[in-house]
Structures are given as structure tokens and as C-alpha cells.
């Protein structure tokens, strides 16, 4: 596969077109979804609380385990990896 | 050499490192390999493996990350377009027939993995069952499908690939399992879902 795209910053999600950017604007380094309406990176807990939702409502997962999940997750992302009390598993 | 070339030959090792990864976890696995053996694979001294990735666990999450990375982006583009069930179950095989044996590894031996590479395979996950949730609640609107719960329905269908892939040599020795048996796990898949 040749074809590449950005991810965000803070969660990973592919971005391809420009409406998967924070405020619509490719030069941004975060989607849509972890930002706010000026295009700020929402809190860790909010960006970790919608990541554990994708993996309830996705795929049934334990609340409990969603939420470690998305926590490995985010503890690698450039956002988040030097955030204290954040460390990669 | 200048600081800024050194730099950048540091910069395509990596690459070039992470690259062959994709390839040699593909082929021994997770578990039954080990850093000395990458460095033979890679044609590099062990010290240089230890340069990049000071621990084996840190090579293999870098390796899985490029692969995470590639394997969204590719299911985002081949998924997008398709307004029908059918389509996003054929564009899901399509991107997977393309990462076969890396990505059968992950579903052998996801649960001994590191949590991150659990993650990892559930947020992909994730995209896919987003995308067969907006087509099938469209062809379930009309009647053609069933009105199952949205993890319900990605459980299911992941499940029956699963189950293939992780025991690809047996469905389907020395080929694609995908190519063997694609057709067939989507045609059973859209009749239990079917009206």
C-alpha cells in the first residue's frame, strides 16, 4: 500500500480529507474529534473518555477494559507521551 | 558527514528497520522471535537494532504502530465509498488479503500481546464497525437486513474471518486464506443478516 495520510496527533485516526482536521484546516495537527470548536486538543480525560466509548459501542468491550485500552493507546500518541503519569505499556 | 546527513541516514535505518519488521514478525511470529534474529534478517549488527529499539518490546510496538498506521489509512479509503454492506465487507477483506500474514500474526497471538497491541487491533476495529453500522442501519431502514445491535453485528462478522485467518494453513495451506475463502464468509455473512 503506497496510499498515506496523517493521523492525529492525540488519538491516531486517519486523516485524509480536509473535514477530518480540526477546524476543517489540513495544516492542523489533530482531528476533529479531539478538538474543540477553536480547534484546541480537548482535555486527556475527554479524548480518553471518547476512545474508550468507540471500543464499547464498536465492539461490546468491558467499560472497564475499554478504557485501559484507549489509555495504551493515547500513552504513545505525541500528545500524550510525555504527559505525566502516562507511560506506554 | 554533517550532523543534518548523519540524521537523515539514522532516519532511513529506522525506516528501512521498521519495514523489514513488518515482514520478519509476519513470518516468525511474535513470541518465537528475538532481536538477534531481526539483525541477521535486517543484514545490520545487534548493536544497531539496540541503537533504534533499545528493547525487543519497543521494536515490536514500533513495528505495529507503522502497521496500525497503515492498515487505518487503507481501510478509511477503501471503505469510504461503499454505500452498501456488501461493499465495506469486500473492502475490509481487500485490505487484509493485502496485510495477510502480519495481520494474521495479530490475531494468533493478540492476547498475549502488550495491551497497546490489543489497542491497536480494536481501534481498527472500531473504524470498520462504525462504517457496516451506517450502511446497515440504511438497509435495515428499507428491510433487506436485519436490525442487529451494532457490535452485535461487527462481533459476528469478525469472528467468522477470524476463526479462518488464525487457522489459515489449514483452510487454505500455503495461499491467501482470503483469497480462498473471501467470497464464500461474505456471501454466508449477508445470509444470516438478511431479510
Not at chain 2, 61 to 78: N, Q, S
Request: hydrophobic content about 45%.
Amino acid at each position: 500500500m503506497s496510499i498515506k495520510c496523517v493521523s492525529c496527533g492525540s488519538c491516531g485516526f486517519p486523516m485524509e480529507n480536509p473535514e477530518d482536521f480540526a477546524l476543517g484546516d489540513p495544516s492542523q495537527p489533530h482531528c476533529r474529534y479531539c478538538t474543540d470548536s477553536t480547534g484546541a486538543l480537548l482535555p486527556y480525560e475527554a479524548v480518553l473518555a471518547t476512545n474508550a466509548r468507540h471500543y464499547v459501542e464498536s465492539q461490546g468491550v468491558s467499560p472497564e477494559a475499554a478504557r485501559n485500552m484507549a489509555a495504551a493507546l493515547l500513552a504513545s500518541m505525541p500528545a500524550w507521551r510525555n504527559r505525566p503519569g502516562v507511560a506506554a505499556q | 558527514m554533517t550532523r543534518t546527513a548523519r540524521k537523515e541516514q539514522k532516519e532511513a535505518t529506522h525506516r528501512r528497520l521498521v519495514e523489514i519488521g513488518i515482514d520478519f514478525f509476519a513470518e516468525r511470529g511474535f513470541a518465537n522471535s528475538n532481536t538477534a534474529d531481526f539483525a541477521k534478517a535486517a543484514e545490520v549488527s545487534h548493536g544497531t537494532v539496540f541503537l533504534h529499539f533499545p528493547t525487543r518490546e519497543a521494536l515490536v510496538l514500533r513495528v505495529l504502530d507503522a502497521f496500525g498506521d497503515r492498515l487505518a489509512t487503507a481501510l478509511k479509503i477503501a471503505m469510504e465509498g461503499e454505500a452498501r454492506l456488501e461493499g465495506v465487507l469486500r473492502a475490509h477483506l481487500g485490505v487484509l488479503r493485502e496485510y495477510e500474514p502480519f495481520y494474521a500474526r495479530l490475531v494468533q497471538e493478540g492476547p498475549l500481546l502488550p495491551m497497546k497491541a490489543r489497542s491497536l487491533l480494536f481501534i481498527l476495529h472500531a473504524s470498520v464497525s462504525h462504517r457496516m453500522n451506517v450502511v446497515a442501519q440504511r438497509e435495515a431502514a428499507s428491510g433487506s437486513l436485519r436490525r442487529i445491535p451494532r457490535h452485535q453485528l461487527f462481533n459476528t462478522w469478525i469472528a467468522l474471518i477470524h476463526y479462518y485467518i488464525a487457522n489459515r494453513d489449514i483452510f487454505a495451506p500455503g495461499d491467501s486464506v482470503l483469497d480462498a475463502k473471501g467470497e464464500e464468509l461474505v456471501d454466508c455473512f449477508l445470509k444470516l443478516v438478511r431479510n
